[in-house]
């Protein structure tokens, strides 16, 4: 079984600064991907970023990075230059060796101007 | 860019009676999923379809829901007999491969479903 945990309901952030949203996970499997889904109030799931566990390297698009710890089970996602269009929910997601996603709770973020 | 197409975007619909909702996936994809989101709450998978079958499904995919690929390009979920907890955004998903390959899901705008 997969467990997401996305323990912040809520975040703000100023225009053009940096924010970090926050994600946990759980697996029994040793081969797993992590995404970041980005939900705005049209309610369509764009995917922002994807991480395969068995690279160290962190994935990065854009503006968009992660801070994936295996160890720790923790993979955060950074918003640099944050912009109005950033303003959504965004939600943590893992898969393991097929491609259903078990998702977090979500995290609303609000960009202030 | 292809995209994953559900229709209709709004269904309303008394309790008991069937639905139908609709997804178009991306023409080579070859897996096709189905989520829901009750308002508020996260997004939760329902069935995952490949080859013509079920793949895998959750324990929600009660027998009151059904899958169906009844030409080369649809993709259906069948809902017998609405319940009120069923009012939900519904969403497609569709991806290139299943095993092993964390493939990349394209989710549709959604469908939703208002059970009155």
């Given amino acids: ?113 | 860019e292809p995209e994953v197409t559900q229709t209709p975007s709004h269904q309303v619909t008394q309790m008991g009676q069937e639905v139908i909702l609709r997804c178009v996936p991306i023409s080579n994809h070859l897996y096709f999923y189905w989520y829901r989101q009750i308002l508020g709450q996260k997004v939760e998978f329902l069935v995952s379809f490949y080859n013509n079958e079920i793949s895998e499904k959750s324990e929600i995919f009660d027998d009151q829901f059904s899958v169906e690929r009844p030409d080369g390009s649809n993709f259906t979920l069948k809902i017998r007999s609405t319940k009120l907890e069923d009012s939900a955004m519904y969403f497609c998903a569709s991806s290139t491969r299943d095993r092993g390959g964390g493939e990349k899901l394209f989710f549709g705008s959604g469908t939703q479903l208002s059970v009155l």
């Fill in chain 1, 1 to 113: 079984a997969q467990t997401v945990t996305q323990s912040q309901p809520e975040m703000s952030v100023q225009e053009a600064e940096t924010v970090t949203l926050s994600c946990t996970y759980d697996t029994s499997e040793s081969d797993y991907y992590l995404f970041w889904y980005k939900q705005p109030p049209s309610r369509q799931m764009i995917l922002v970023i994807r991480q395969e566990a068995y690279k160290q390297q962190n994935a990065t698009e854009n503006r968009f990075s992660v801070n994936f710890q295996k160890a720790a089970k923790s993979f955060s996602l950074k918003i640099s230059d944050s912009q109005l269009g950033d303003a959504a929910m965004y939600f943590c997601a893992i898969t393991g060796a097929n491609s259903k996603l078990t998702f977090g709770k979500g995290i609303t973020l609000s960009v202030r101007p």
